[in-house]
């Protein structure tokens, strides 16, 4: 009955929209004219592209002359013949409209490289405003464009250039362009000229940068560029083009980074009255790359050293064109990665790491951006795309024909109910502004939205559902807790609230199964109580060989960052549970020693150094410290030499109220302790072997991941102690 319903309800949206009102109508790509200059056989020229590809093509860039307000060209083979290209690149370009007419050719002018004196010339005052647009409008009939691109970089960025009164002298050539535009048109009885934009994604530049209504309604659409989120400017790995946010931001950026994404991005445009049908969403052919610090953090959030290695073809550091991946993807053996909470996709080769769209990712996009009613998409560059085919072995233009696969899926929809049944079966965002209000007062009399009755979605699209353990469970039992959800896809519990405290919890193991599930029975009830977002890694040494906790909680770190975005790291002896639910296990602005207190030492604290026992990090505190010494064999240590470093990096130790900070020992058979003889002289230079001992040199094997009902059980071998341990 339901789906019935809803087969008559998309029936209704189809009938009741209008041709404008369909999404997805602009597939616009652009053309760099320095292209035919990479060293790339054959090289691209724009009569090489197929006119069927793009509905629009700007041809990037023209700039524009400040003391005569002319546009003018700034590569020699824009206009001119020459021995390389032959005819004029604006004459070939043209060619392609003999193949396809309904193809729609721009100029664009400006670009990163022209900052914004031109801009600030042409807008600075009415008679430079007509001055501009009319020699504009000139060049434009010369070379047969079908409009300008204006894209300013950025307007009300005075750090570049941008004139104090650049957003609305921006605001005031657009309104000039509008009118210019259509009387030229009534005056030639030629074919309207478009007037377009390449627009900023970062919130800031929107809102100091445009008049963002009367912007698009002058405007015949504009394309946000919602790439280049991250980038060597970063201390961070990071994707170029992430659909959505993260749970967590990486530790090193700062909190207002929730925006860089391009739901984020594209909902502000619309939010600030920004029509969705004149919005293109900016994709990427190409993406950003990093050289990591440390080669075993290599997530997303790792530390970088700086840009990955410049590409054989595009020759810069921090960057590289699709092809370019690829070719490494092949050649290099690099490891790709799927990022399901962003949607994206990223690749690591020992200490290079390169963050990127590919064609999944891409299809992606597209279908939301037709969920969200947009009008169009933008590629920068054709040029980034593997053009011959040859290097990713997906066909020529595989990232541009994969905007084009999901088009042509979406306009033979409109024809076929059927096939958008399919589609609202499939994806999880049904855009509600796409739907009538009829049809949406259908949909709400005959759908429950009942907590009771439905699941929900986690960020990496798992469905889930109440936690609650099976009552034959004789290891351990835990009550029902309303805050938490069981991954169904998997049999281990991981805890998932609407929270920013993301917490991963790491408990050194060895022979001590009873220990274990008494902690386990006690601290999932608080962590629950405390509604934290958490994971349990129990990190074993395997073997019987003399004890590294050192490397064993090391190596737990290193798994569990690479697995999730956490932001809290907590270190926890398997014999200590927590007497106090105020006792937060979350993250502090320093190193925060939580088990001040143990019964076996009479609630006291022994000494000033003392860390151990439970003690939590965050990201920042363990990439700064680079963790625990991997020189400590036997027993102890290895928590006062982690203190040493952290005051040698000025960190304060944040400890609970000596009444909240309490723990019980469990009982057990002591061992008689190994103490590695040359523990005094290690203490000693804690400090000075901060930068090459830790989790950057730890060496070890991770012999086995096995995911158990209340924990991930990690099985880690850490070799042979030096020789001379005693």
């Known amino acids: 009955m339901l ?25 616009v790509c652009y053309f760099a004219n320095w292209a035919p200059y990479r060293e790339l056989d054959p090289p691209l020229y724009p009569d090489k592209i197929d006119p069927t590809l793009c509905t629009h093509i700007h041809y990037a860039f023209a700039k524009i002359d400040a003391k005569t307000l002319n546009l003018i060209p700034t590569e020699e083979h824009d206009m001119n013949w020459t021995e390389k290209s032959n005819m004029p690149l604006f004459i070939r370009l043209y060619s392609l409209k003999r193949r396809n007419p309904a193809l729609k050719i721009l100029l664009a002018v400006g670009g990163w490289s022209a900052k914004s004196t031109g801009f600030n010339m042409a807008t600075r005052s009415a008679h430079n405003r007509l001055k501009f647009i009319d020699n504009t409008l000139k060049l434009l009939r010369e070379w047969n464009f079908d409009g300008i691109d204006l894209d300013w970089e950025f307007p009300g960025e005075e750090e570049r250039g941008a004139d104090k009164l650049s957003k609305q002298n921006l605001n005031y050539l657009v309104n000039d362009f509008r009118i210019a535009v259509n009387e030229e048109a009534e005056k030639s009885g030629k074919r309207k000229l478009l007037v377009t934009a390449a627009v900023a994604a970062d919130p800031i530049k929107i809102n100091n940068g445009y008049v963002v209504k009367n912007f698009c ?27 959505y946010g993260r749970n967590t931001e990486p530790f090193n950026h700062k909190s207002d980074n929730n925006w860089k994404n391009a739901n984020y991005s594209i909902n502000y445009w619309i939010a600030n009255g920004c029509p969705p049908e004149k919005i293109n969403f900016g994709l990427a052919a190409y993406g950003r790359s990093f050289t990591l610090k440390n080669s075993t953090l290599n997530r997303v959030g790792s530390p970088i050293l700086k840009g990955g290695i410049a590409g054989a073809y595009t020759k810069e550091e921090g960057i590289y064109s699709y092809f370019e991946i690829c070719d490494k993807l092949k050649s290099e053996n690099w490891k790709k990665h799927w990022d399901d909470k962003q949607q994206s996709v990223y690749a690591t080769h020992e200490d290079q790491w390169v963050g990127y769209d590919n064609q999944r990712s891409i299809a992606l996009k597209v279908k939301w951006a037709y969920t969200m009613s947009l009008g169009g998409t933008m590629l920068w560059t054709l040029d980034f795309d593997d053009y011959t085919g040859e290097f990713c072995d997906e066909g020529a233009f595989p990232i541009a024909s994969a905007i084009k696969t999901v088009f042509e899926e979406f306009s033979n929809s409109i024809n076929s109910t059927d096939s958008i049944i399919e589609f609202t079966k499939s994806t999880t965002l049904l855009s509600t502004t796409a739907l009538t209000t009829k ?59 609407n929270t920013q405290l993301n917490i991963a919890i790491i408990i050194p193991y060895r022979d001590r199964e009873d220990h274990l599930f008494t902690l386990l029975s006690y601290l999932h009830p608080i962590l629950q109580r405390q509604q934290l977002d958490y994971k349990i890694y129990v990190t074993e040494q395997a073997g019987n060989g003399t004890f590294n906790k050192a490397i064993v909680m090391n190596a737990a770190f290193i798994y569990a960052f690479n697995e999730d975005n956490y932001n809290c790291y907590c270190f926890h002896d398997v014999d200590l549970v927590p007497e106090d639910d105020r006792n937060m296990y979350s993250c502090g602005k320093y190193p925060k020693h939580m ?10 604290l022994q000494y000033e150094e003392l860390i151990g026992g ?23 240590a290895e928590d006062d030499d982690l203190y040493y470093r952290f005051k040698g990096l000025g960190y304060k130790i944040e400890r609970p109220p000596l009444k909240i900070g309490r723990y019980t020992m469990m009982k057990h058979q002591k061992r008689k302790p190994q103490l590695w003889s040359k523990r005094a002289k290690l203490l000693y230079s804690s400090v000075n072997r901060m930068t090459w001992d830790g989790v950057s040199s730890a060496k070890y094997k991770l012999l086995n991941v096995t995911q158990r009902r209340f924990y991930t059980h990690l099985l880690i071998d850490v070799g042979e102690p030096p020789v001379g341990f005693n």
């Open 614 to 636: 439970v003690l939590i990090l965050g990201t920042e505190h363990i990439i700064a410290s680079n963790g625990y010494s991997n020189l400590y064999w036997g027993w102890g």
């Open 217 to 243: 309604q002058q405007l015949d659409y504009i394309s946000v560029m919602t790439y280049d989120y991250h980038g060597t400017w970063d201390n961070a790995t990071g994707l170029n083009s992430p659909l």
């Open 595 to 604: 088990s001040i207190g143990v019964d076996e030492m009479n609630y006291q």
């Open 439 to 497: 049809a949406l007062t259908t949909l709400n009399k005959t759908t429950s939205l009942s907590s009771s009755t439905t699941t929900t979605t986690t960020p990496n699209n798992k469905k889930t559902f109440p936690f609650i353990i099976n009552n034959d469970d004789s290891k351990l039992s835990l009550s029902y807790n309303s805050f938490s959800d069981i991954d169904s896809d998997s049999i281990t519990i991981i805890f998932r609230n």
């Open 3 to 27: 789906r019935k319903l809803l087969y008559l309800c998309l029936l209704e949206l189809i009938y009741s929209l209008n041709t404008s009102d369909i999404p997805l109508q602009r597939r």
